[in-house]
Every structure is written in C-alpha cells, then in structure tokens.
C-alpha cells in the first residue's frame, strides 16, 4: 500500500521559509514523478513544484518560481519543498503527490493517484 507521510508546515511572518518534506512507502519511489500541491479554502488544488523521478528536472508555478525549491532523495523515499521569502498569498494546505504512471510527469492534480495527509502553511503579514 502506498503512503506519503508530510511534515513540516507551520506558522511563519511574511518573508520567512520553511522546509515540507513527503515521505514516501509502499511504491519504487525512484520510478516516479513527485509534486507538491496547495489548496487554499475554497480553492480548487493547485500544482505548486514538481520534480522528474530522476530529480534531474524540475518544474515550478510562476507564482513560486524563484522562491521554492523542489528536490527529492530517492534514497531516503522523501521529496521535499524548500519555501523562502513567503508571502500571506502562500498559505494553503500543502500535499504531496505520486503519478499514475512511472516516468511520467503532471501537472494537473488527476494526473496524481496518491497523496499525503496534508500539512498546513500560514504565513502571517
């Protein structure tokens, strides 16, 4: 069975970081693309990052881009999310997702057939 366990979310000032990260079970993680995912309430999920199941690529919302660092060690099965310069905008519920199909990359949400439980990010003006 597959499981992502996330951690890491918080209560931070604007311009703060902090560091999610996704632990993953129960699939070849190496064979997988990974993304993270935010929803605000009321909001449909939106991609936030993505990285290849090699970690040799990676893909970033305009809104994040220059912010966020998406990586991923595949030895340890963990993706992470590394978040600077945070803006009130950023808070959401963030998951951490798996694709349906190995070596294959998505950035809609249904292309993603797994998740974590969610981790929460406030960031405060």
């Known amino acids: 069975q597959v499981q992502l366990v996330e951690s890491g979310g918080g209560l931070v000032h604007a311009g703060g970081s902090l560091r999610l990260s996704c632990a993953a079970s129960g699939r070849t993680f190496s064979n997988y693309a990974m993304g993270w995912f935010r929803q605000a309430p009321g909001a449909e999920r939106e991609f936030v990052a993505g990285?290849?199941?090699?970690?040799?690529?990676?893909s970033y919302a305009d809104s994040v881009k220059g912010r966020f660092t998406i990586s991923r060690d595949n030895a340890k099965n963990t993706v992470y999310l590394q978040m600077n310069n945070l803006k009130p905008e950023d808070t959401a519920v963030y998951y951490c997702?798996?694709?349906?199909?190995?070596?294959?990359?998505?950035?809609?949400?249904?292309?993603?057939?797994?998740w974590g439980q969610g981790t929460q990010v406030t960031v405060s003006s």
């Open positions: 990285i290849r199941w090699t970690g040799t690529a990676t």
């Open positions: 997702g798996t694709t349906r199909v190995p070596y294959t990359f998505y950035l809609r949400p249904t292309g993603y057939d797994y």
